[in-house]
């Protein structure tokens, strides 16, 4: 036995961690050296938690792809599918930039990924930039939507609406997943955007009505009853092309954590939305150029 096996040691139980936590400071240095911390901590069964989350996952794309389902949905998934289908469109929602499947995707034509995400100076995770394209064969087939502080429901819908219209009309995918992370909600810890719920929805109803083979997969937020809500309602507008959902939450063992409304909705804040109508149009007409440039290549092939 050597040193290193104390740190390579399997945590099993909530004492080993204590043990290892309380034995060593160069264990916790290292959980801040690796990010480990915050809002990305470590726990208990986190390997199987992952296993389970990548498995489940790839169950979904397998049901898609096998033709089982037309929708797959895995809320706790976001985190395979071009082996049937020539292309494929990942939309991600979620507040954060999708930096890990733009890069996984750089090169390619055959999946565009397009990225609606809150982008400001020190925000992470940085990139996003309008100006990020893609590369080589996979140039304008990497789409980024940086968005301010504030976005409300309604302008949220505008530039998504805009932007997939057009995207899909383009590029013309025959598959899409989408991470549906909610932490631009509003409540959220994060405190960037300030989404209604309902707003979100609608914009997940439009891409679903394109009846394609999709993939709903969950992502960020930390508003746990917030989350649980527009789960439960963008469930409810997915399955059997939309069904009704009371909107008081019925009681339950957590029931206490969805107050003072007890309601289905939350209503958005007042914080002033700084994407104006000239910031939002700067930006359309960028990425409509884009897409521009995609025909232009594809009329010449
Ligand atoms: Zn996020």
Redesign the pocket.
């Known amino acids: 036995m050597n040193n290193n096996d104390e740190e390579d040691r399997e945590i099993e139980t909530e004492s080993d961690f204590e043990d290892i936590e309380n034995s060593s400071t160069s264990f916790t240095e290292l959980l801040e050296e690796y990010g480990l911390e915050h809002d990305c901590p470590t726990f208990i069964g986190l390997s199987d938690y992952v296993r389970f989350v990548a498995g489940s996952t790839i169950a979904a794309a397998r049901a898609v792809i096998n033709g089982q389902v037309d929708i797959a949905i895995h809320w706790d998934g976001g985190r395979l599918l071009r082996r049937k289908f020539d292309k494929v469109l990942y939309i991600d929602l979620?507040?954060?930039h999708s930096d890990g499947v733009e890069s996984a995707f750089l090169y390619t034509d055959k999946v565009m990924t397009i990225s609606f995400?809150n982008y400001a100076r020190g925000f992470y995770p940085g990139s996003g930039a309008l100006t990020d394209i893609g590369q080589g064969k996979g140039l304008y087939h990497t789409v980024n939507v940086p968005l301010r502080r504030g976005l409300r429901g309604a302008r949220f819908l505008q530039i998504t609406e805009h932007v997939l219209g057009h995207a899909y009309n383009t590029f013309q995918p025959d598959a899409i997943v989408v991470q549906c992370?909610c932490?631009?909600l509003t409540g959220d810890p994060?405190r960037e955007w300030n989404l209604d719920i309902q707003s979100f929805g609608q914009c997940v109803r439009g891409i679903a009505s394109w009846n394609k083979p999709t993939i709903f997969l969950g992502?960020?937020?930390y508003n746990h009853a917030n989350v649980a809500r527009c789960n439960a309602y963008m469930t409810s507008l997915l399955i059997d092309g939309g069904i009704s959902i009371q909107e008081d939450i019925p009681e339950h063992q957590y029931f206490e954590e969805y107050g003072p409304d007890f309601s289905l909705f939350v209503d958005a804040g007042n914080r002033p939305d700084l994407n104006d109508d000239e910031y939002l149009t700067d930006v359309m007409d960028v990425i409509l150029g884009y897409f521009k440039n995609i025909e232009k290549r594809n009329t010449r092939h």
Request: hydrophobic content about 20%; glycine content about 46%.
């Open positions: 979620d507040l954060h995400h992370g932490d631009g994060a992502g960020g937020g």
